[in-house]
């Protein structure tokens, strides 16, 4: 258990504000809930309207119901607020009985430039997390836009993605903003850990098996995950290797690689365990390994194997597979269409968001030097 790092006077809960548009949820913003639940004892996320992101930032890619939908699917959210401001302000902080807020060390800005955080800074109710470095939703719509495949590769990432966005914003890294301008995500077994339950599964629990892309984590996997692992007590998802989620979708999916899939699953709150790499044939031997009791497949089309055969013949022969219906027809291919359908729209808030930030670390150096002369 992570000790909480802050207590009140009369020792009740601390109640933890985060706010923000999460939109196409990823695990940066889960790592962002993870880091400010431990601030305290309870998580109260308060989520924008479609309506106020279009002003301030440019139209989200998901809808505010998909948006609080998927927010309340992370393990550390206690409770979801919906229509919150987009400017937080002590009223709000008050109204839900929160001792303070708390971001991600980047910089938020209204329409007008003015920083979302400004009233609860000046009140000395706010406090600052670490942004996780390499993920965006900006970034991962470039993905999609540019349909880079960098992404599966490891190294070469940061020197590519800044060529292919060298017609908008410049080549040399100090042309990019150091919060959403790209930068690889560097996975470390410490993140994992952080992620995970590390709980194993209790001796009469009822294992449950599902394994799949799991690229772009989005609602109609939630669903899924949700319904899955009501049909037993532990659920483990295994999770495909690049190259075999390539094979079978093709073109540059996953948008995702393996880390950032690893991370995005196990920030759900149905899931106990995740496979980093499982073979896409469910073998006897891997149900064995796990002490599967079931394995689970959704509605949508399962690809033969290399062998041209069913990769669920084994669960399937042993009476052992169950095929569950998530009532839910979002996929990661109806995301990068959605995308590429407001291709414009999304290309002109990427470029703006961008330049907002440049603008203010320049203002800030400016001040820094200045600072610099005086001292
Ligand atoms: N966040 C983070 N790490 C990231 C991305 C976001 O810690 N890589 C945090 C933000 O700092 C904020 C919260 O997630 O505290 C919600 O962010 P959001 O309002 O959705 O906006 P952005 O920061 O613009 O997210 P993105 O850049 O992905 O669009
Ligand atoms: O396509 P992918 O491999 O990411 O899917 C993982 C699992 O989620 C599969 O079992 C798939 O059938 C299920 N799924 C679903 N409903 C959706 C999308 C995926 O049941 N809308």
């Not at 996320?45 to 309506?51: A, F, P, Q």
């Not at 880079?148 to 060298?166: M, P």
């Not at 196990?266 to 980093?276: G, H």
Request: net charge negative; aromatic share 8%.
């Amino acid at each position: 258990m992570t000790e909480k790092l802050f207590q009140n006077d009369d020792h009740r809960e601390i109640r933890v504000w985060c706010d923000g548009c999460y939109d196409m949820v990823h695990f940066g913003h889960a790592n962002s809930l993870r880091q400010a639940k431990a601030l305290g004892d309870k998580l109260i996320v308060g989520i924008h309207t479609d309506e106020e992101i279009t002003k301030h930032k440019g139209p989200p890619v998901f809808t505010e119901q998909e948006r609080y939908k998927m927010v309340r699917g992370i393990k550390w959210v206690d409770e979801v607020v919906e229509a919150a401001p987009y400017v937080t302000t002590l009223e709000t902080l008050d109204k839900y009985n929160c001792d303070f807020c708390c971001h991600g060390d980047d910089i938020t800005m209204t329409a007008d430039g003015v920083d979302t955080y400004h009233l609860v800074k000046e009140a000395g109710r706010y406090k600052e997390v670490q942004r996780t470095a390499g993920v965006s939703t900006t970034d991962l719509v470039g993905r999609m836009l540019l349909l880079t495949r960098q992404h599966f590769r490891q190294g070469k990432y940061e020197y590519d993605v800044a060529k292919e966005h060298s017609s908008s914003m410049g080549t040399d890294s100090s042309a990019r903003s150091p919060w959403t301008g790209c930068s690889q995500f560097l996975p470390t077994t410490q993140k994992i850990i952080q992620f995970s339950d590390g709980k194993p599964p209790k001796p009469d629990d009822k294992i449950v098996y599902t394994a799949g892309a799991f690229d772009l984590f989005h609602v109609g996997h939630l669903d899924f995950l949700e319904k899955t692992r009501s049909l037993g007590d532990y659920l483990i998802v295994g999770l495909h290797t690049d190259p075999v989620v390539n094979q079978y979708k093709g073109s540059n999916f996953p948008i995702m690689n393996l880390h950032e899939r690893v991370l995005s699953v196990l920030a759900c709150k149905y899931v106990s365990e995740v496979v980093i790499g499982a073979p896409y044939t469910v073998t006897k031997d891997l149900m064995d390994h796990f002490k599967v009791d079931v394995v689970v497949h959704g509605k949508t089309f399962v690809m033969p194997d290399v062998s041209n055969e069913d990769p669920y013949r084994v669960p399937k022969a042993l009476g052992k597979f169950i095929t569950v219906d998530s009532e839910n027809d979002m996929t990661t291919e109806k995301i990068v269409e959605r995308i590429i359908r407001n291709r414009l729209e999304f290309e002109a808030r990427n470029i703006s968001k961008e330049k907002k930030e440049m603008e203010l670390l320049r203002t800030l150096k400016q001040k820094e030097q200045q600072q610099a002369v005086i001292v």
